[in-house]
């Protein structure tokens, strides 16, 4: 069950924002509005499930988060236009997915070496964050552009100048990302990425192993 609480509570509301959005789209017969309200809710819960088969416990902050994002990016943006209505939405969930990339990226690189902080300099740490992020938001660049190109669509919208952009903020986040991953290690952990960070590790312990070793001294 996810604990209630302000975070949980954001997710609740969304899942049950969706349900009713799919049920209200079936019955007038707006089937597009339906699969892409079926579509977000399994891909909301996707990270829930997949965590409970790994044996990982997600932070409720980090679902709330993800949730937030997966509903804004598909249901906002595709049933809503969203993407086209508000300018900047494109680039806001650029900046947002490459902090989270460049999050997952550094926990399971200090997950393979199960949570010591000094098995590796923070600064190599920091920078394979930072390059994870930035290869999984070129490749989703180059997603939109096999996308355009094969099926006619128009995701990248204006061409180059979309793609540049979208590198740029991808980039922005996940230095962000980096940095946090950074301040964690030396002990100066600050803002929401960090919490995020500190929580994943404590309630992941078996994971992190030596980290905990650390805390006990």
């Known amino acids: ?18 349900v009713i959005s799919a049920l209200f789209a079936l019955v007038v017969g707006r ?16 990270p829930l499930i997949l965590a409970s088969r790994l044996r990982i416990t997600l932070p409720v902050p980090f679902l709330a988060a993800t ?10 943006g595709e049933a809503f236009d969203f993407y086209e209505r508000v300018w900047w939405w494109d680039l806001a969930l650029h900046g947002a997915s490459a902090v989270g990339f460049g999050l ?19 600064g190599a740490l920091a920078v394979i964050s930072f ?21 006619g669509l128009h995701m990248q919208k204006s061409g180059l100048v979309d793609t540049m952009f979208d590198l ?13 991953g950074y301040l964690y290690l030396v ?18 312990r078996r994971l992190y192993q030596k980290s905990k070793q650390r805390f006990r001294k």
């Open 1 to 18: 069950m996810l604990p209630l609480g302000k975070h949980g509570l954001i997710a609740r509301v969304i899942w049950v924002t969706l």
């Open 31 to 46: 089937w597009p509005l339906a699969f892409v309200s079926l579509a977000t809710l399994c891909l909301s819960v996707a």
């Open 67 to 76: 949730t937030i994002f997966i509903f804004a990016s598909i249901f906002m």
């Open 104 to 122: 997952f990226g550094f926990l399971f690189v200090f997950m393979l070496f199960e949570g010591d902080r000094f098995a590796a300099p923070a």
């Open 131 to 151: 390059c994870f992020a930035i290869m999984v938001g070129s490749m989703w660049e180059i997603f939109e552009f096999t996308m355009d190109q094969v099926f």
């Open 168 to 180: 740029i903020v991808n980039a922005f986040g996940a230095l962000i990302a980096a940095v946090s």
């Open 187 to 204: 002990g100066r952990s600050y803002g929401f990425p960090g919490s995020l960070i500190e929580e994943f590790v404590r309630r992941n």
